[in-house]
């Protein structure tokens, strides 16, 4: 293994460092992006009894906002159960934004290592033909020791920089898939918060 990276050239330096920060933003997010760390079933249903039951406290809601995603966007309800419906949601909304925007870290991230990674193999593939033309313009066809080694280098390179970015590639699209989901059911819970709120408006009032 030490033979290929070294035969790849300085190249292949910032390739390794992009496998290593991909499989690191791959491993946090899929630890993050667990759906009940995100949106626990029946965290809604629950809130709503023990709101309608005595009401949730100032400590309750802290509970409730560091338990999860969806508890801070369901707090943001409670906490305007007693506004009129429309600036209820756009708080609900506000607030899911925030966590959308929180989930979806470091993807950006892990789209550029799927991008530049392939450019970084074609760069070493670039570096390895000049160096192949340049060894036969000072010694002629004769030195084939010297050109396997050019072109060994821009192969190297190459397959290198496609061995990170596919499985990056793949890893952004389902990692992009999963927070798209969990946002969609972080909304329809709140969208069912509103609703029964906005159904009992004297149980919300006293929230």
Same mark, same amino acid.
């Given at each position: 293994?030490?033979?290929?990276?070294?035969?790849?050239?300085?190249?292949?330096?910032?390739?390794?460092?992009?496998?290593?920060?991909?499989?690191?933003?791959?491993?946090?997010?899929?630890?993050?992006?667990?759906?009940?760390?995100?949106?626990?079933?029946?965290?809604?249903?629950?809130?709503?009894?023990?709101?309608?039951?005595?009401?949730?406290?100032?400590?309750?809601?802290?509970?409730?906002?560091?338990?999860?995603?969806?508890?801070?966007?369901?707090?943001?309800?409670?906490?305007?159960?007693?506004?009129?419906?429309?600036?209820?949601?756009?708080?609900?909304?506000?607030?899911?934004?925030?966590?959308?925007? #929180?989930?979806? $870290?470091? &993807?950006?991230?892990?789209?550029?290592? %799927?991008? !530049? +990674?392939?450019?970084? *193999? /074609?760069?070493?593939?670039?570096?390895?033909?000049?160096?192949?033309?340049?060894?036969?313009?000072?010694?002629?066809? #004769?030195?084939? $020791?010297? &050109?396997?080694?050019?072109?060994?280098? %821009?192969? !190297? +390179?190459?397959?290198? *920089? /496609?061995?990170?970015?596919?499985?990056?590639?793949?890893?952004?699209?389902?990692?992009?898939?999963?927070?798209?989901?969990?946002?969609?059911?972080?909304?329809?819970?709140?969208?069912?918060? %509103?609703?029964?709120?906005?159904?009992?408006?004297?149980?919300?009032?006293?929230?």
């Amino acid at each position: 293994m030490w033979e290929l990276i070294n035969a790849g050239g300085w190249v292949m330096a910032p390739i390794i460092a992009c496998s290593i920060l991909a499989v690191a933003i791959v491993a946090e997010r899929l630890w993050v992006l667990r759906g009940t760390r995100v949106a626990p079933a029946h965290l809604v249903p629950e809130v709503w009894r023990l709101h309608t039951l005595r009401g949730l406290d100032t400590v309750a809601l802290r509970r409730l906002r560091a338990g999860s995603p969806l508890g801070r966007v369901v707090a943001a309800g409670i906490t305007h159960a007693h506004h009129p419906r429309a600036e209820m949601l756009e708080r609900i909304e506000e607030v899911g934004r925030i966590e959308a925007m #929180g989930l979806e $870290r470091y &993807l950006d991230t892990l789209g550029t290592i %799927a991008a !530049i +990674t392939p450019l970084l *193999g /074609l760069l070493g593939t670039v570096i390895g033909m000049i160096d192949v033309f340049s060894t036969i313009d000072a010694t002629g066809l #004769g030195d084939n $020791r010297a &050109l396997a080694g050019g072109i060994g280098e %821009a192969l !190297i +390179t190459t397959g290198a *920089g /496609l061995t990170v970015a596919i499985p990056a590639v793949v890893a952004h699209r389902y990692l992009r898939g999963r927070v798209n989901r969990l946002i969609v059911g972080i909304e329809r819970e709140a969208l069912k918060l %509103a609703d029964v709120i906005s159904r009992n408006p004297t149980v919300g009032g006293n929230a």
